[in-house]
C-alpha cells in the first residue's frame, strides 16, 4: 500500500522542526508491513492518508481528503479519547520521515493527577502512570533527548527516570514545564545533577504558584543552578494584570527567562484577544519585561 503522512503544523509554519511523535509511530507501523510511506502531496494517490494536527489553531488543509484518517487535539471534531491502537503505540518512532531531528523525544509517563481547566491532559490522557523507561526512548546516534511529559515530578517512577539519567551521558529537556510546588530538596539535587540540553522548564499559570517558583528557584541555587538556567512559562488569561504581577515578581531572579502563552481552548470557546496577544508576543516574548512593568510599556504604545 502507498501512505501519504500530513503534519498539519509541519505544513503551516514551514520552519518547523519538532518532530510528530504520533505519525513517526504510524510510518514505523506501516514501514514494517512493508508499505510505502511517505509525505502527503495533494495531487498524488495513496490508500491511507493519516494527518495529525496538534493546535487548534492551526488551519485545515482545504485539499485533504474526506477520508483521510485525522487525529490530534487540534481537529476539534475528534475525540479527547482518541489515541493510537495499542500496537502501534508501542512501537518505536521512524525518526527517518525528519531527518532534521537529531535527538530523541518520548515520554516517560502520560496523564496528570491535576485538573486544570485550561488543560487537555487529564480528559485525553487520565491520572498519570508509567509509560517508558528511559532506555526505550533514547536514540543510539543522539546524546540528546526531549521529554514531553506532562507532569513528570508527580510520579516516583518519573522521578526515578530523571535519577537513573543523571548517570548517563544524555542531555535532555522536559519541554512542558515542571510543577514547580513539587521541588523539594531531594527533587532539587536530581534536576542540578542532570544535564540539561539549555533550560530546567517549570510553569507559574497562577499567582499561588509564584512562591513554588521561588522557593524551587532557590533550592536549585543551593545545588549550582542559577536563575539563568530557568526557563518558566506563564499562562496569560484575560485578566491581563494577573499575568502582570507574576512577571514582575518572578524577573526579580536575575536573567530569568519568561515565555507568555495566550490561553487558547477552541473546543470552548476560548480564543484570545490582542490584549493577550501583545501581552505574550511583544511585551514578554520580545523582552521588553525586563526594563519595564506592563503598564509602563502600554502606556508608551498607547494601549489603554
Known amino acids: 500500500m502507498r501512505i501519504g503522512l500530513h503534519d498539519a503544523e509541519k505544513e503551516h509554519f514551514r520552519k518547523k522542526t519538532f518532530p510528530n511523535f504520533a505519525l513517526m509511530k504510524i510510518s514505523a507501523y506501516h514501514k514494517a508491513q512493508g508499505d510505502l510511506v511517505e509525505w502527503w502531496d495533494p495531487i498524488e494517490k495513496y490508500d491511507l492518508i493519516y494527518s495529525s494536527k496538534v493546535f487548534d489553531f492551526t488551519p485545515e488543509n482545504p485539499y485533504l481528503p474526506i477520508t483521510a484518517i485525522r487525529g490530534g487535539t487540534g481537529y476539534k471534531n475528534i475525540p479527547m479519547s482518541h489515541k493510537l491502537p495499542q500496537e502501534i503505540d508501542n512501537l518505536y518512532p521512524d525518526y527517518s520521515m525528519y531527518p532534521e531531528c537529531d535527538y530523541a523525544i518520548g515520554y516517560l509517563t502520560r496523564g496528570c493527577p491535576n485538573k486544570c481547566s485550561w488543560c487537555y491532559v487529564p480528559e ?65 539535587e536530581i534536576l542540578a545533577r542532570l544535564k540539561w540540553i ?68 477552541e473546543r470552548k470557546g476560548i480564543i484570545p484577544d490582542s490584549m493577550q496577544m501583545e501581552f505574550a508576543q511583544r511585551y514578554v516574548y520580545g523582552g521588553c519585561y525586563r526594563k519595564e512593568t506592563w503598564e509602563e510599556y502600554a502606556a508608551r504604545k498607547n494601549l489603554f
Request: proline share 4%; charged share 30%.
Open 198 to 265: 539549555r533550560f530546567i522548564r517549570f510553569s507559574c499559570d497562577q499567582t499561588s504558584q509564584i512562591p513554588a517558583i521561588l522557593n524551587a528557584a532557590e533550592l536549585l541555587l543551593k545545588y549550582g543552578v542559577r536563575p539563568y538556567r530557568l526557563f518558566i512559562y506563564l499562562l496569560v488569561k484575560r485578566e491581563i494584570n494577573d499575568a502582570a504581577f507574576r512577571v514582575e515578581k518572578l524577573k526579580h531572579l536575575k536573567a530569568i527567562n519568561l515565555y507568555a502563552q495566550p490561553e487558547r481552548n
Open 124 to 188: 485525553k490522557e487520565g491520572e498519570i502512570k508509567p509509560y517508558r523507561h528511559w532506555r526505550e526512548v533514547i536514540r543510539p546516534e543522539s546524546k540528546k533527548l526531549i521529554l514531553m511529559d506532562n507532569n513528570i515530578l508527580a510520579s516516583e517512577y518519573g522521578i526515578g527516570q530523571l535519577e537513573r539519567m543523571t548517570r548517563t551521558g544524555y542531555k535532555i529537556d522536559l519541554n512542558q514545564g515542571m510543577d514547580a510546588r513539587l521541588v523539594n530538596d531531594q527533587i532539587a
